[in-house]
């Protein structure tokens, strides 16, 4: 039993070439920071950069803009989240420390 091998034409040839894998990090990094941001509750930082990283990623990588585009999404919702978090608690903080302060002007008018 005989086998032939068959040489490769030069047209072949430059079917096998590789082209350069497209570069997808700043999406892949907004993507992963997005999510990680919204389950494991980081400060408002790691959102920032998943927004950061978004807009790169959509200006720099066009083939990877959904990817860029999700990181994006949940990179500001988890931001405007950690934002109006911190919004409530000064608030909290400025209401309860008026009343605090009215009560303690109420009892020192009262024992004059």
């Given at each position: 039993m005989t086998?032939?091998?068959v040489a490769p034409d030069s047209a072949?040839?430059?079917d096998l070439s590789l082209a350069?894998?497209?570069q997808r990090g700043f999406s892949t990094?907004?993507?992963v920071l997005g999510v990680a941001?919204?389950?494991f509750g980081f400060t408002f930082f790691v959102p920032l950069a998943a927004v950061i990283c978004g807009i790169i990623g959509l200006r720099k990588e066009p083939e990877s803009k959904p990817m860029a585009l999700a990181g994006l999404i949940t990179g500001a919702i988890s931001f405007l989240a950690w934002l109006a978090l911190?919004?409530?608690f000064i608030l909290a903080t400025l209401a309860f420390t008026f009343i605090?302060?009215?009560m303690i002007f109420v009892?020192?008018?009262q024992s004059y």
């Open positions: 086998t032939t091998t072949d040839e430059s350069p894998a497209p990094s907004s993507l941001s919204i389950l911190y919004v409530f605090y302060f009215m009892y020192l008018a």
